[in-house]
C-alpha cells in the first residue's frame, strides 16, 4: 500500500520522466514515484520520495546508514561512494551515493543510488521531526545521462504550504 508523507511538499517533474502508481511498480513504501522515459538495456530509471517523522536523536547520517543496511538486508552488494552533509541548521540534509549489485528483473545489475535526506523541523518545536527521502535509482551505464534530471528535481522540492490539512 502507498504510504503518505509525513508533511506535504511540492516539485515538479523534469521532462521524460512520468508519475506513475507506487504499489504498480512494486514500491508500496513510497508515497511517489516517477519512471525515466527510456529504459537502458531492460531496467526503468526510477525516482521515488517517502518519508517519516523521526522524533528519535537519529542524525541524518545514521539515518542514511539505516538505508543502506536495509539494501545489504535484501541480498544486494552495497557500496558508499560518496556521502556529504548539505543545507543548514534550520533545513539540514544529507546527499549521499551509492554503488549497488543487486539482482533486478532476474538479472544480475550494476546500479547506482543517489539519495537525498531533507529533515523539516516544526517551527515552534524543534523534537517534531519529519525525514523526506529521495532516491534515484538507475544503471550504472545511464547514471550520467539522468543525474542532471535528479539534480533538477531536488532543486524543485519545497514544502507545500498550499496543501490542506
Not at 512520468?18 to 522515459?37: I, K
Not at 539519495?115 to 529521495?134: C, E, N, T
Request: proline fraction near 7%.
Amino acid at each position: 500500500m502507498t504510504t503518505t508523507l509525513p508533511v506535504p511538499i511540492a516539485f515538479e517533474l523534469p521532462d521524460g520522466w512520468r508519475a506513475t502508481p507506487p504499489d504498480g511498480v512494486g514500491a508500496p513504501g513510497a508515497a511517489f514515484v516517477a519512471l525515466h522515459s527510456h529504459p537502458d538495456a531492460g531496467f526503468t530509471a526510477n525516482i521515488t520520495v517517502d518519508g517519516a517523522f523521526r522524533p528519535d536523536p537519529a542524525t541524518l547520517p545514521e539515518i542514511a546508514d539505516e538505508s543502506v543496511e536495509n539494501l545489504r538486508r535484501s541480498n544486494a552488494s552495497v557500496d558508499i561512494t560518496e556521502r556529504r552533509e548539505v543545507g543548514s541548521e534550520e533545513a539540514p540534509g544529507l546527499t549521499q551515493t551509492l554503488s549497488i549489485s543487486a539482482a533486478a528483473g532476474g538479472t544480475l545489475r550494476d546500479l547506482v543510488q543517489s539519495q537525498v535526506y531533507l529533515a523539516m523541523l516544526d517551527a515552534d518545536d524543534s523534537s517534531k521531526r519529519a525525514v523526506i527521502r529521495l532516491v534515484l535509482t538507475v544503471t550504472a551505464a545511464q547514471h550520467g545521462d539522468v543525474i542532471e534530471d535528479f539534480r533538477d528535481f531536488v532543486r524543485t522540492v519545497r514544502p507545500d504550504t498550499d496543501a490542506t490539512s
